[in-house]
């Protein structure tokens, strides 16, 4: 059986909506950044397969600038997590609730 | 191409985005000297010059007509080098405002200023963007900077809380863009505005129209239009004031005018301009009902600056020459009044513990206090308010006007009927200030200050700036020259 | 510089000042104790425009000059330009705006001071002059509208300046609502000559709107003159001026007495070619005159308040023009504006010199413990003040002379050409002539009499207050003075700009050329042949003899028997003084019929309307809206992860909405 390029987007879409899911119901702070991190991937897992079947180079590009955006908003992330620990002592989400209604 | 035309071409597009480079090489050049001369006082002043010179430079090519540099990635002159001006010019007020404003709340950081240079790049980008990898890079730029700004006060939770709220919705919302754009490129082929409106107009399927929604939910969470707002409220009250000035009005232009190009130039005109209204409808209620409840003046604020994405929403939902440029319009009214806004309350802030106590009753009787800033501020609430003669009133006819045309009456009526629920929470603003009597244990009567002469400086000219816009027309006929029927041609040949 | 570019130039400086006086009071306090500045800046504000009309009167070649400062707006049909016009009529007018008002404004620097609101005083004031400077040079109805209402605004501000008093504030209201009554019937003829020649420039009203039908020019004329009622007091809408003088005397002389109240007569003679197409509206014009003229001088007698008086005598006079302009002679309202500028504006300026006087003596009564309260206003405790205030009393015996009508000041002439006008349209078959002629007669007999009364209580005789012999007034200072001396001069000189026409066959009548000539902005009644010169002689000689006899007769009286002469009076004409103290009671009239049917009829009627079906309305969707707000501000739980849900249901919607 041949894969196609379908395969690639439909396991992509698939993987967005597994970060979409954990985002929405994990409560740990660093786990919904790897929840993020999974659908910016599964992202690029779609634009390198299209990228690949058009022949055009435009999506290989963007993946570069996706991991390395990636990777600046895991550091800053990683930063505002470790200032809420500290002031905490906890990375729950539903613990961070100063500012409602 | 040989490489001697490489080079020059290279030199050309250098040329076109120098104002983009003063302010990058600023930015990097204060992050060096501030780990050497930590809080010194030229930190303010470069970021402050190198915002300037940029906005004179944009200032002046805002008549020249459109371009494109850097192989298509970018344009210049025209509505580029408004949006630009725009950015950058707010981007040079809230630094004025922001000098006292972290000396009063005892966080005078350098890299503050760095990070302001950087979102301002990110901005920049993004309101010059001509292809989808502009727009990302530009977004996320500037997205990131924003995060750090919010959060810079680590000895408040309030801050790093919202920080870390608008890092995760932030991000959150960045994957459904992407996810737009892959799905764009893949039923096109391409990320350029132009090529994408070709292609589209030959054949636009669910992919397409998809992808076009997705790209649609990383807008308007950043325009933060119901219901992709919820960060907004937490993260405004959280960040330090003046930099909630800078955020509300800066990055929303940039957002903003992506938006209006995203529309203009890559989307045939079908489909996007109902859904627009339906969300234009939501944020409008939303934010200025909800508005109406709010005891926190900053947090009022920030629903407001909801409604007033909605009256943008408004103008492009007509979809028409004369909603884009009145919404480009309306985004500079937008900025000047509420950069003034946010500038008088970050002078009146006696307490910026957890944020939580900048109450409204706690500024009853500034008026006679500060007349001068009851004043201004009593211009600012009018002209958010849309009351004539001043910028808001114009803005507003200037959004409305085109829905109206575009057979929207409906979605104008919607518009006239909240702002005038807004004018309620505007004008108890004024009503505290001015008629009510400072209470005993008012935290203001306890400490005076002085107003920093940049400060009052930079409000004046707010005000200034708000009566001219105004009374004058000349600014609308500048926009609406962007939009004219030729440059899309021009454009698409 | 070019005429073009002065005038604006005049208009504007007032507003600067008022502008710098009223912004830099608002927002730096310390600026508000700055007397000296203020008034220095408020008075050089108007001084310097009226240099410069001098300058462009001395210069001004005969044809009327337009200056567009810039277009105001232009919607359809409708193109309004704020245009002046710079011609003999407005640069008279602009003349006597600017003149008197700088006097009165150099007096003010004295009379107001340590008053808490100097400030704002001066920066109304100068507003005044701003606005009424737009009515006198606009070059079409709006901008003169616009003056007109400002001037209204001014007035409003003016009146209840000192606002903490409950009076003060409600004569105010009462100005105001009576003037925009007027001002309603203003509106009214603006649309019509707008609708039937679609232009509100003077010269196209001049031209096209003489060629309206008789029925539209009727009802502009009339609905015009009953603007004017209402801004320049005549019957029926004459009763706030006397109330208005709650305000500071310096604006009552020059608001209340020698510019905005004329502004009424301005328009008339502006649009006096309109005014003439329509004799009938005329006659009633003259017969509103003449009777407001001796019913305010009658009440004048009467009063014991000395700014009473001079109200009830502006009242008077303003009558006498508009008796003027009934009988088609324009200019001589306009001359007789001019005039009544300065003798009553000298009277108003020495009456506030007087209570400037008598405000120290108050003071020092209270200060020495005696405990009187004593009004200061009132001439039944003055007397004797010649002693104490000389420069004063000089003049303001001259200007009671001059409006007395003493041959060889400025009242003889123009009111003695105001009775021969009239003399001369009755016996050139307009009827009403004779008898408006009589009745001006016998109130020129009132005023000699009624001001002679004022001066002679005021100035003469022993002092009526306590403790007279201890506690004195002194002389006010020299900036209070000046202008009293100026006006009192012009009171005596002004009137040779109008020498009558049976001297030298007019040659020397300079107003007349001036405003009436060929090319002359003001039209007036032509008549067939002329009154023999020996009538003429008669009428001029009878004028004296009756004005003499006043002056004699109100001396004998009251300096001789003072305060209770009036009593005689009382005695002998019962009812009929009863009627006069009383004010003929109009103020009463207008309450039982109109004001209280009408708050009767809101209370009872409108009020639970508006308070049940209305309100109830308005405050459902209040109430509603609130409610909302309350509700759905709890959806912004603070949580992360349900904003995070909020932005998944807004992508399902929006995808959603745009596939389906």
Redo the contacts between chains.
Sequence with gaps: MEITLNWYLTLSALLFSMGVIGFLFRRNAIVMLMCVELMLNSVNLSLVALSQSMGDTAGQILVFFVMSVAAAEAAVGLALVIAIFRDKLTIDVTQINLFKY | MDLSQAYSMMMTDLGATLFLLIVAVSGLVLVVFDAFKPRHVATPWIAGLALSAGFVIEMMSIGAPEGLAWYDMMRTGGSAAFVNSLVLGSGALSIILTVPYLKKIGHNIGEVYAMILFATVGMLVLGAANN??TV??GL?TMS?CL??LT?FV?SE??S??????Y???G??????F??G???I??AT???EFGAIRIAAEQSAG?MF??G???L??GF??KVSA???H??T??VY??APTTITGFMSTASKAAAFAALVVVLWKALPAE??A??LA??AVITMV?GN??????QNIK?MLAYSSIAHAGYVLVGLASGSQAGYSGALFYLMVYTIMNIGAFGVLALLEWDGK???EQTLESLAGVGYRK??LG?TMAVFMFSLSGFPPLAGFLGKWAVFAPAIDADLVWLAIIGVLTSA?SAYYYLRVLVVFFMKPEGENSPMAEHSFDIPRSSAAVLIACVVLLVVFGVTTFALDVTSGFFAADTVTQFLG | MQPEMLIKLVVLLPLIGAAINGLGGLFVPALRNKEGLIGMIGTIMVLLPFLITVYLFIGFQGDAIISNAFTWMAAGDLTIGFDYRIDELSLLMTMIVTGVGSLIHLYSAGYMHGDDGYWRFFAYLNLFIFAMLNLVLGNNLVVLFLGWEGVGLCSYLLIGFWYKDRNNSKAASKAFIMNRIGDFAFLLAMFIIFREIGSLDFDAVLTDGLTMSQGSITATVLLLFIGATGKSAQIPLFTWLPDAMAGPTPVSALIHAATMVTSGLYLLARLSPLVLMAPGVMTVIAIVGAVTALVAATIAITQNDIKKVLAYSTVSQLGYMFLATGVGAFYVAIFHVMTHAFFKGCLFLGSGSVIHGMHEVEHELEHDGHGHHLDPQDMRTMGGLKKFMPATRMTFLISTLAIAGIPGLAGFFSKDEILFKAFEAGTHGIDVGLVVWVVGLITAFLTAVYMTRAYVLTFEGEPRWPHADKITPHESPWTMTVPLWVLAGMSVVGGYLGIPAVIAHGDLNWIHHWLAGEQGPVAEAAFEGHVALAVEWGLIALGSLIAIMGVWLGWRWYSKRGLSFDEKLAARFGGLYKLWQGKYFFDEAYDKTIVRPLIGGSIHGLAPFDKYVIDGLVNFTGFFTRGASFTLRYLQTGLVQSYAVAIVFGVVLLIWLMLF
């Design positions: 989808l990898v990302f890079v996320e990131i995060y750090i959060g680590r939770s309030g790093t809380e919202s920080a870390l709220k890092f995760l919705l991000a959150f919302s960045t994957g459904f992407l996810y754009i892959a799905l490129y893949g082929g391409s990320m669910v129209w998809g076009v929604s997705l649609l939910v308007l969470f119901a219901p992709f919820m960060w409220p937490d009250q959280g489909r996007w109902d859904v339906v969300f939303i009902v909800i508005a109406l409840s709010q947090r957890e944020g939580s007349p001068f004043w629920v």
